[in-house]
């Protein structure tokens, strides 16, 4: 049950929207110039049916750390504006269901899509940002092809190679800074039918 202290909070707003100006400055930002404040229905819920449908959705979990972590892997074959809100949408939709930290990875296979995706995902104003997303991009960019045992992960990647992450002229990518391939994508040659990846194996301590 709302308390009337929790209902005292912010129920001076609504009865005068303009008393944010004056207070949003005391946080350390700036207000910008306004013509009006109004108010909105607070009631988000949603009464129509909205699809949330993640191209692949999958819970890891850590070794260290019981709950893990949430990946969505998401496809894109062109620049899309619209997949910002999308993607955005997704990850908080997740958190707040799962309550476990989701991230997001998306796969392409031209450069200039890569590039795009790659893009911090901003939401907020030029005086403060509410949210930012940052996406994991495998893409063309940056490395060379893969060879020997793990060419045929990459036919079945349709010849997409990973990007360096933290660069402008890369996408952000999963598994490391160094360019290198990572030992394990051979196994996705195991993994078309879907189904649990299993960790790498501990060698037994014994003889």
């Known amino acids: 049950m709302v308390s009337s202290r929790h209902d005292a909070a912010h129920r001076i707003f609504r009865q005068e929207p303009d008393l944010l100006a004056r207070l949003v400055p005391e946080t350390g ?8 404040i109004e108010p909105l229905d607070t009631d988000l819920t949603e009464i129509r049916p909205l699809e949330r449908r993640v191209d692949s959705f999958f819970r890891v979990r850590t070794v260290d750390d019981e709950g893990g972590f949430l990946l969505a892997v ?3 074959t062109k620049p899309d504006p619209d997949k910002h809100n999308s993607w955005a949408y997704y990850l908080a ?8 930290p989701p991230i997001l990875v998306v796969v392409c296979r031209d450069k200039k899509t890569a590039e795009w995706a790659s893009e911090p995902i901003r939401i907020g104003r030029s005086f403060h940002t509410s949210m930012k997303v940052f996406p994991l991009v495998l893409g063309p960019t940056g490395v060379r092809p893969i060879n020997g045992a793990g060419a ?3 036919r ?8 360096r992450p933290g660069r402008r002229s890369g996408p952000r990518t999963l598994e490391g800074t160094n360019g290198r391939v990572h030992p394990e ?11 649990v990846a299993r960790g790498p194996r501990r060698r037994s301590s014994q003889g």
């Open 29 to 36: 930002v700036k207000f910008p110039e306004y013509s009006s």
């Open 74 to 76: 998401e496809s894109q």
């Open 93 to 100: 939709h997740m958190y707040a269901k799962y309550r476990l």
């Open 152 to 154: 045929g992960a990459e």
């Open 156 to 163: 079945g990647l349709g010849g997409i190679h990973r990007g």
């Open 185 to 195: 994508l051979p196994r996705l040659r195991q993994r078309d039918g879907g189904g």
